[in-house]
């Protein structure tokens, strides 16, 4: 029964549903395709496609530094059943695209991910400044232990300083897991001692901030200031 719930769960969302069948019509699929062809940011692709793997759909391997996403051999009849009623719903599906970063233009770049336990203040504030301020790295955040949401106030400095994405949202590690980073960034204690194995080996450094959860606004303009001197410099002389 947790089988079959699991199973149905990780179909029960329109996206998921697109994603499988894209894959289903395109054979094997690199993650940065589904990327640019559903104009997704990788993060919440990575997520869904850990459900679909997890519901038992999906099998990945990886080459070099990419992760290459094709449906599970063999599919048992249950879910070969799913993949033949997916094929006739009406859905979007967009049409596999190659024309934009795709996989040469987007490995070029450096990918820095930024760790804290709750992943709505510090992380959040370090993977907005990374991504504004230092050209040719794409930087991402997750919690060991995510609230969910993303402070308000870090949101408003954030805004404040031209910096913020409606992209950056609260999320777990395994919502990234499958992401080839350059470096790995802590940011608390509690990250850091906690810092999980990877699939492949990446430098991992430590660069702690005080939380100003719980504080006033001011805690937040002093939060981004700091990050925005230190955390940058480490980054730089660490993806050198």
């Known amino acids: ?33 589904i990327e640019n062809s559903f104009e997704m940011i990788q993060s919440r692709i990575s ?12 099998k990945v391997s990886r080459r070099g530094r990419w992760a290459y ?37 987007t490995g ?15 992380s959040i504030i370090g993977e907005a400044l990374i991504n504004k301020e230092l050209d040719g790295v794409k930087a991402y955040s997750c919690g060991m232990k995510p609230i969910g949401k993303v402070n308000p106030n870090a949101k408003k400095i954030l805004e404040q300083k031209d910096a913020w994405d409606d992209a950056y949202f609260s999320k777990h590690l395994d919502d990234v897991i499958d992401i080839d980073f350059d470096l790995v960034v802590t940011v608390c204690g509690n990250a850091d001692q906690a810092c999980p194995t990877f699939p492949k080996p990446v430098k991992r450094i430590h660069v702690g901030f005080e939380d100003p959860d719980g ?16 955390l940058l410099k480490e980054v730089t002389e660490n993806l050198k």
Do not use: W
């Not at 199973?7 to 029960?12: A, L, M």
């Not at 997520?47 to 999906?58: A, Q, S, T, V």
């Open 69 to 105: 996403y094709s449906i599970r051999t063999p599919l048992d009849k249950f879910r070969l059943n799913v993949l033949e009623e997916i094929s006739y719903l009406d859905l979007d599906i967009p049409t596999l695209s190659k024309e934009k970063e795709g996989c040469k233009m």
């Open 215 to 230: 504080h006033g606004f001011d805690a937040f303009e002093e939060a981004y200031t700091l990050i925005q001197d230190r």
């Open 47 to 58: 997520r869904h496609l850990k459900i679909l793997k997890d519901g038992g759909f999906l």
């Open 108 to 122: 070029n770049g450096k990918k820095v991910l930024i760790m804290c336990t709750g992943n709505s203040c510090r």
């Open 1 to 33: 029964m947790d089988i079959f719930l699991k199973t149905i769960g990780s179909i029960n969302d329109e996206t998921r549903l697109k994603i499988l069948r894209f894959i289903n019509e395109n054979g094997e699929v690199c993650v940065c395709d």
